[in-house]
């Protein structure tokens, strides 16, 4: 099991900035893609970014890339999401997540198994 604690979320104005985090505990040492996922008022939860813990690889979606950038600190087991340029289309509760097992690759958002409780990201503007 994997315990995933979010925080770092709230309100910014458009063109502005945030940083999430989220610390990570219990068997991290078996889930090497960590990642964030966000979900607005009436639609689906969509993925955000991901990161191979095992050498860093990153992989974006459309829509934030340029913009945001994840990043970790293994030996905190913390992950971190910087958002840059935010827009109001970012409004978003704002989840970390771990994937069971280790994987050669991380890309992609399907099949992450342990979920944080969410943080509210707010762009006015």
């Known amino acids: 099991q994997v315990r995933m604690v979010e925080s770092g979320g709230g309100s910014a104005q458009a063109g502005g900035s945030l940083r999430l985090s989220c610390a990570a505990s219990g068997n991290t040492y078996s889930s090497n893609c960590m990642g964030w996922f966000r979900q607005a008022p009436g639609k689906e939860r969509e993925g955000v970014a991901t990161i191979n813990r095992r050498g860093g690889t990153t992989y974006y979606a459309d829509s934030v890339k340029g913009r945001f950038t994840i990043s970790q600190d293994n030996a905190k087991n913390t992950l971190y999401l910087q958002m840059n340029s935010l827009e109001p289309e970012d409004t978003a509760m704002y989840y970390c997540?771990?994937?069971?097992?280790?994987?050669?690759?991380?890309?992609?958002?399907?099949?992450?198994?342990?979920w944080g409780q969410g943080t509210q990201v707010t762009v006015s503007s």
């Open positions: 997540a771990a994937r069971a097992g280790l994987r050669v690759a991380c890309g992609g958002f399907s099949s992450y198994n342990y």
